[in-house]
């Protein structure tokens, strides 16, 4: 289930002038001394995103205001999306998913060969960090980190109404009781992870509930996950965009 090619031309002309017009609001707030949540952490190198996906990310939760449920994310990493969303989670909890190690291999084989090559640099040790700091998935406390991370703006990781659980996705899933979810950020590059989070989630998002996929445009066993769940779900529809966002109906 494709975007059709009319929407997605829609798209390509609006969203840049819709993301320059944010960008230039988040750099005049920067210059007042006022920088947003998604600014600060991707200045302390806490995300990988891209300000047009952060920039979605935040649309998507503002959306979702009315809808109940929890807030979620799959791949957390160094934590930047993490605690963007988790500040917006008020009233709600928040549970991050992710091994807090090196990420687990693509191996599935609808991975493509980037999924591989990636990870080949990653598992040699070669894989650099960002602004030269050691790649995440080599740091000997990644969890601890994140949770420092988390109390530094603000939003401790307490048990009560934020988590961050550690595991594999298959491992960790099953043993937190979620009922209902509002939003879940998926960013976890690979077929299997992808599969696995979409239909976890799926049967527990709430009608109105918004799924960002991160990797969508930029692996293909990602693709072919979203793609595959889409043909099974006519219940979800494809919002095209930079991170596509599965909207159930
Ligand atoms: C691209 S990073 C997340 C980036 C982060 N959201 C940010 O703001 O930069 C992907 C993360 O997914 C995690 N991950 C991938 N597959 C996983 C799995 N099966 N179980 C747990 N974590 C997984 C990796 O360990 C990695 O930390």
């Keep these: 289930m494709s975007p059709p ?6 798209l ?12 230039v609001i988040s750099a005049v707030r920067s210059l ?17 995103l891209r300000p ?15 809808v109940p449920g929890d807030f979620l994310e799959f791949g957390v990493a160094l934590g930047g999306s993490a605690i963007v969303i988790a500040a917006q989670a008020e009233g709600r909890h928040f549970h991050g998913f992710d091994v807090f190690e090196m990420i687990p291999p ?3 084989d609808k991975d ?4 591989k090559e990636r990870f080949e640099v990653i598992r040699s040790g070669q894989a650099s960090g960002i602004a030269g700091e050691t790649y995440y998935g080599y740091r000997p406390d990644l969890l601890g980190d994140v949770k420092a991370a988390f109390a530094r703006h603000g939003l401790p990781v307490d048990g009560r109404s934020r988590f961050l659980h550690k595991g594999l996705f298959e491992a960790t899933w099953p043993e937190v009781a979620i009922e209902r979810v509002a939003f879940a950020h998926l960013d976890c590059d690979w077929y299997d992870p992808v599969r696995f989070c979409l239909e ?24 072919t996950a979203v793609d595959e769940f889409l043909g099974e779900r006519a219940d979800f529809a494809f919002e095209n965009g930079p991170n596509p966002i599965l909207r159930k109906n």
């Design 5 to 10: 090619p009319g929407d997605e031309r829609k």
């Design 12 to 23: 390509i002309i609006a969203e840049p002038l819709i993301y320059f017009v944010e960008m």
């Design 32 to 48: 007042l001394g006022r920088p947003s949540l998604a600014h600060s952490v991707r200045k302390e190198g806490l995300t990988y």
């Design 52 to 66: 047009d996906k952060m920039k979605r990310i935040e649309q998507a939760l503002r959306s979702v205001a009315g």
């Design 106 to 108: 693509p191996t599935s």
């Design 112 to 115: 493509d060969v980037k999924s």
């Design 200 to 223: 976890a989630v799926a049967d527990r998002l709430s009608p109105g509930g918004l799924l960002v996929i991160d990797d969508y445009h930029a692996y293909g066993g990602c693709r």
